[in-house]
């Protein structure tokens, strides 16, 4: 799929504070239907972990590879894509960075652009010299909506997820 929106001009990533625009470049590819850029800064060990906005959790590269190409599936393009650190953490070999993201891209069944934000975690490694994305934590909850949402397995008769 072709696209406007620069590809990463390296995946090695040396220096740390490339990261935040590697992940958004990545984003913009993905919300154009192309998840080669978030394939290629993703650790490909079987210790990758996501936990994607979707829902539920992946480990291990595998399954992780192909939740990406699933969700760059459900992607039409006219992406934007924007970040706000709400905080990162730096060590030799580690950084976690916070954030929220911003997002507009068209998705299946909607002819308009759609805006939705994620908070995200990233944890990254340093593999070979370059900044690999070992976690991923995605998810739609960047405004408060309080014990009620988070306790709806405790609200049902049987106590847990599934039970419908």
């Given at each position: 799929?072709?696209?406007?929106?620069?590809?990463?001009?390296?995946?090695?990533?040396?220096?740390?504070?490339?990261?935040?625009?590697?992940?958004?470049?990545?984003?913009?590819?993905?919300?154009?239907?192309?998840?080669?850029?978030?394939?290629?800064?993703?650790?490909?060990?079987?210790?990758?972990?996501?936990?994607?906005?979707?829902?539920?959790?992946?480990?291990?590269?595998?399954?992780?590879?192909?939740?990406?190409?699933?969700?760059?599936?459900?992607?039409?393009?006219?992406a934007q894509t924007s970040r706000e650190n709400i905080a990162t953490w730096a060590g030799?070999?580690?950084?976690?960075?916070?954030?929220?993201?911003?997002?507009?891209?068209?998705?299946?069944?909607?002819?308009?652009?759609?805006?939705?934000?994620?908070?995200?975690?990233?944890?990254?490694?340093?593999?070979?010299?370059?900044?690999?994305?070992?976690?991923?934590?995605?998810?739609?909850?960047?405004?408060?909506?309080?014990?009620?949402?988070?306790?709806?397995?405790?609200?049902?008769?049987?106590?847990?997820?599934?039970?419908?």
């Open positions: 799929m072709s696209s406007d929106v620069p590809r990463p001009r390296s995946q090695a990533v040396a220096d740390v504070h490339e990261v935040p625009t590697l992940l958004d470049q990545a984003n913009a590819h993905m919300l154009n239907g192309d998840c080669g850029p978030w394939k290629a800064l993703m650790s490909h060990s079987e210790d990758v972990s996501l936990l994607g906005a979707y829902g539920g959790y992946l480990r291990g590269w595998r399954d992780v590879s192909a939740r990406f190409d699933r969700t760059a599936s459900g992607y039409a393009g006219g030799d070999d580690l950084v976690c960075l916070v954030d929220i993201e911003h997002h507009r891209s068209q998705v299946a069944d909607h002819p308009e652009p759609v805006g939705f934000l994620y908070r995200t975690t990233h944890v990254l490694r340093r593999e070979g010299g370059s900044w690999r994305v070992v976690l991923r934590h995605a998810d739609p909850l960047a405004a408060f909506v309080g014990p009620n949402f988070a306790h709806l397995d405790a609200q049902r008769p049987e106590g847990r997820a599934g039970a419908d």
